[in-house]
């Protein structure tokens, strides 16, 4: 069993839609990342909750403790958005991922 | 400041070669994780110093791999020897805190044949 389950696996949406990306983990955490993987490759650290909301631009991160549950939000969808989105959670001297939302937004 | 900067981009090798990655993190920071993906896995970590000092080894697949990190500027990975099932990419990532927010390099794209 994976620690860390996102949904969905893949998620097609036309621009200006609100999407919601979720993720759950099965395991005490310190802290739980939100990762966009573009393309190309290259890895971004868009948020890092260990309680709470955090908002930064038209992107907003939540989390549940009790529910062991998160949600990455984003509002006004653009084409620019479309990437894979990574759920990651810390515990004790470990990290484990989410197997990613691969996210399309159409123009 | 210059982000995590990571060596080779690319690698290229065959089977029972030894292949060093190599990392420099963003200056000031305290932490160093190296992860590999691949399509069947994802992400995974494999080890991560503290203070230069490696803390957690368990995710490290086996004893062909094995990580450094001399000074607080430079780290390497060495594979010794490579497998075809060692192909994936390798990030390097360093923090402020093992607690804080992670800075990715770019990675390095290692294909064994």
């Known amino acids: 069993k994976n620690e860390v389950e996102q949904s969905p696996q893949n998620l097609t949406a036309q621009e200006g839609e609100f999407i919601t990306i979720n993720c759950s983990y099965s395991v005490g955490i310190s802290a739980l990342h939100w990762l966009q993987q573009h393309p190309g490759g290259g890895i971004v650290s868009l948020f890092m909750?260990?309680?709470g909301k955090k908002k930064h631009g038209r992107l907003i991160a939540t989390i549940n403790i009790q529910e062991k549950h998160s949600s990455l939000h984003i509002t006004a969808s653009h084409p620019r958005d479309s990437a894979v989105y990574i759920c990651a959670v810390r515990y004790n001297n470990d990290m484990r991922f989410g197997a990613g939302t691969r996210l399309t937004v159409k123009p | 400041d210059a982000g995590v900067i990571q060596s080779p981009r690319h690698e290229v090798t065959e089977m029972g070669q030894e292949v060093t990655l190599r990392c420099k993190p963003i200056s000031g920071h305290n932490s160093l994780f190296w992860y590999r993906q691949t399509m069947m896995r994802g992400l995974e970590l494999l080890i991560y110093?503290?203070?230069?000092?490696?803390?957690?080894d368990s995710g490290m697949p086996e004893d062909r791999f094995s990580a450094k990190m001399p000074n607080a500027s430079f780290s390497t990975l060495k594979i010794q020897p490579s497998e075809p099932r060692d192909s994936a990419v390798y990030f390097c990532a360093s923090s402020p805190l093992f607690t804080g927010e992670l800075f990715f390099g770019e990675g390095s794209r290692l294909t064994v044949l």
């Open positions: 909750l260990s309680s």
């Open positions: 110093f503290n203070n230069n000092v490696p803390i957690d």
